[in-house]
T-cell receptor, first 117, second 116 residues
Framework: DVKVTQSSRYLVKRTGEKVFLECVQD?????MFWYRQDPGLGLRLIYF???????EKGDIPEGYSVSREKKERFSLILESASTNQTSMYLC????????????????FGPGTRLTVL | AQSVTQLGSHVSVSEGALVLLRCNYS??????LFWYVQYPNQGLQLLLK??????LVKGINGFEAEFKKSETSFHLTKPSAHMSDAAEYFC??????????????FGTGTKLQVIP
């Protein structure tokens, strides 16, 4: 089974702090994603990466950056946390499209609930 | 552009009753379609997916969904609800068989409440 782990389940930070959210997957997936989930808005894509050191902006990249130095690890960085970044953050991974049995299905981690005070 | 509409942000059913969660999509090319389930304080778990072939797809926990191209729908059903089915359900769509990275678009979710 694919396993996606996130470094923290719950995190409380103060406004202006730099925040790192870590995600690790163990199934050699090429694609990795960061979403935020807010009530009534569903999942919104922040950034994704289709290879090591590659990254693409999603729908709401403002205020965030990412890093992918190793294939299995994808980090989300809040350079200066603000209260409107209080949310549930979900990491996911998937096989590269065109790979055998790759149908864009994504495998999710348990989420990090971030509160910015 | 692709999009997903889930009708009803909250659905309540009695235990043992039919579960029907509605999803309509738009896509300019043949889609891949997914249903995910999220239990409280957990990530999303894939319930089932449609890629090609048979339009009635069976998933885990007794759920199934039918791809209806003419109606652009992919509704999720279960004949008899269990208390353990209480969760939030997300429908999602991506372009099928198009090579490269294809964005997955998620609906806004439907919370299912099961009444004893």
């Amino acid at each position: 089974d694919v396993k996606v782990t996130q470094s923290s389940r719950y995190l409380v930070k103060r406004t202006g702090e730099k925040v790192f959210l870590e995600c690790v997957q163990d199934m050699d997936h090429e694609n990795m994603f960061w979403y935020r989930q807010d009530p009534g808005l569903g999942l919104r894509l922040i950034y994704f990466s289709y290879d090591v050191k590659m990254k693409e902006k999603g729908d709401i990249p403002e205020g965030y950056s990412v890093s992918r130095e190793k294939k299995e690890r994808f980090s989300l960085i809040l350079e200066s946390a603000s209260t409107n970044q209080t949310s549930m953050y979900l990491c996911a991974s998937s096989l590269r499209q065109g790979t055998k049995r790759a149908y864009n299905e994504q495998f999710f981690g348990p989420g990090t609930r971030l509160t910015v005070l | 552009a692709q999009s997903v509409t889930q009708l009803g942000s909250h659905v309540s059913v009695s235990e043992g009753a039919l579960v029907l969660l509605r999803c309509n999509y738009s896509s300019s090319v043949p889609p891949y379609l997914f249903w995910y389930v999220q239990y409280p304080n957990q990530g999303l778990q894939l319930l089932l997916k449609y890629t090609t072939g048979a339009t009635l797809v069976k998933g885990i926990n007794g759920f199934e969904a039918e791809f209806k191209k003419s109606e652009t729908s992919f509704h999720l059903t279960k004949p008899s609800a269990h208390m353990s089915d209480a969760a939030e359900y997300f429908c999602a769509v991506s372009k099928g068989n198009s090579g490269g990275y294809q964005k997955v678009t998620f609906g806004t979710g439907t919370k299912l409440q099961v009444i004893p």
